[in-house]
T-cell receptor
Framework: AQSVTQLDSQVPVFEEAPVELRCNYS??????LFWYVQYPNQGLQLLLK??????LVKGINGFEAEFNKSQTSFHLRKPSVHISDTAEYFC???????????FGAGTRLAVHP | NAGVTQTPKFQVLKTGQSMTLQCAQD?????MSWYRQDPGMGLRLIHY???????DQGEVPNGYNVSRSTTEDFPLRLLSAAPSQTSVYFC????????????FGQGTRLTVV
């Protein structure tokens, strides 16, 4: 069965610093990988997705992620964070046909001034 | 530009009561799903539907029923609420393929006392 592990439950960082949120997945088949963001008291919205092709994926709000098949990782990065990036971030893999998403436990990013 | 609409936003139930969480989408998506979000566990799939009249169980279906009589609506029913069902519930829709973006509602925060 597929699974997703987010290695950090919380990541505190100062404004304008770089950040990396780590995600590992397990799958024996081709995967589609996603990062979603949840701002306080809101639903989830898509940041970016990896389908195939280039291993570096660019998303909204300056975020990017790198797919690494050998390490089964899909880490999310941003070179300079803003206070407005404070949110919870979820890594997910699409499973079993249709869009059945398996989510990691989430990483809470707290950006401090 | 409604997208996915969930009602109610908040609900308090007594143990044993029943209720229906409503979900409607206006994007003509075939695929709809219900997730519950619990601290430290990410989102877990409860039930999903791949079209009107077709539903199936996800990872945590016990205690919940669904039906899909129209493309637009996908209600989630709790027949006899239990404290373990205290959670935040999200409805999502997508055009169906494994590589497609899921659009989420704003969530329903349910407390069972």
């Amino acid at each position: 069965a597929q699974s997703v592990t987010q290695l950090d439950s919380q990541v505190p960082v100062f404004e304008e610093a770089p950040v990396e949120l780590r995600c590992n997945y397990s799958s024996s088949v081709s995967v589609y990988l996603f990062w979603y963001v949840q701002y306080p008291n809101q639903g989830l919205q898509l940041l970016l997705k990896y389908l195939s092709g280039s291993t570096l994926v660019k998303g909204i709000n300056g975020f990017e992620a790198e797919f690494n098949k050998s390490q089964t990782s899909f880490h999310l990065r941003k070179p300079s964070v803003h206070i407005s990036d404070t949110a919870e971030y979820f890594c997910a893999v699409s499973s079993g046909g249709y869009n059945k998403l398996i989510f990691g436990a989430g990483t809470r990013l707290a950006v401090h001034p | 530009n409604a997208g996915v609409t969930q009602t109610p936003k908040f609900q308090v139930l007594k143990t044993g009561q029943s209720m229906t969480l409503q979900c409607a989408q206006d994007m003509n998506h075939e695929y709809m799903s219900w997730y519950r979000q619990d601290p430290g566990m990410g989102l877990r799939l409860i039930h999903y539907s791949v079209g009107a009249g077709i539903t199936d169980q996800g990872e945590v279906p016990n205690g919940y029923n669904v039906s899909r009589s129209t493309t637009e609506d996908f209600p989630l029913r709790l027949l006899s609420a239990a404290p373990s069902q205290t959670s935040v519930y999200f409805c999502a829709s997508s055009s169906g393929g494994m590589n497609t973006e899921a659009f989420f509602g704003q969530g329903t925060r349910l407390t069972v006392v």
